[in-house]
């Protein structure tokens, strides 16, 4: 079983950047699909970006053109690079992944990790 460990959270203002990693503990070549979801409280987890194995990028609407996700299969990593940051943006960014796309998407990923803060706020 894949483990996947998010670091590189944190508080930022307002149009400020942060850099989220995630590692995983086995090779994630056979992991089609990874992605980042978030979450605040009282709602649902949201879908963020993904990326597929051959570099097929997707955002939701409020992100494009701010943040950039990134897959590295030589480390087994990926990342979420988020610039100009707002603070709807704040929420609990999780890592994850799946061989399908549509699992990926519907938030039901077989790999997650535990989850890491970022915080925007002035």
């Known amino acids: 079983q894949v483990q996947l460990v998010e670091s590189g959270g944190g508080s930022v203002q307002p149009g400020g950047s942060l850099n989220l990693s995630c590692v995983a503990s086995g090779s994630i070549s056979n992991i089609f699909v990874m992605a980042w979801h978030r979450q605040t409280p009282g709602k649902q987890r949201e879908w963020v970006a993904s990326?597929?194995?051959?570099?097929?990028?997707n955002y939701i609407d409020p992100v494009k053109g701010r943040f950039t996700i990134s897959r590295d299969e030589m480390r087994n990593a990926i990342y979420l690079q988020m610039t100009n940051l707002k603070p709807e943006d704040t929420a609990v960014y999780f890592c994850?992944?799946?061989?399908?796309?549509?699992?990926?998407?519907?938030?039901?990923?077989?790999?997650w990790g535990q989850g890491i803060q970022v915080t925007v706020a002035s």
């Open positions: 990326i597929t194995k051959g570099g097929i990028r």
């Open positions: 994850n992944g799946d061989p399908k796309y549509v699992k990926v998407v519907a938030g039901t990923s077989t790999y």
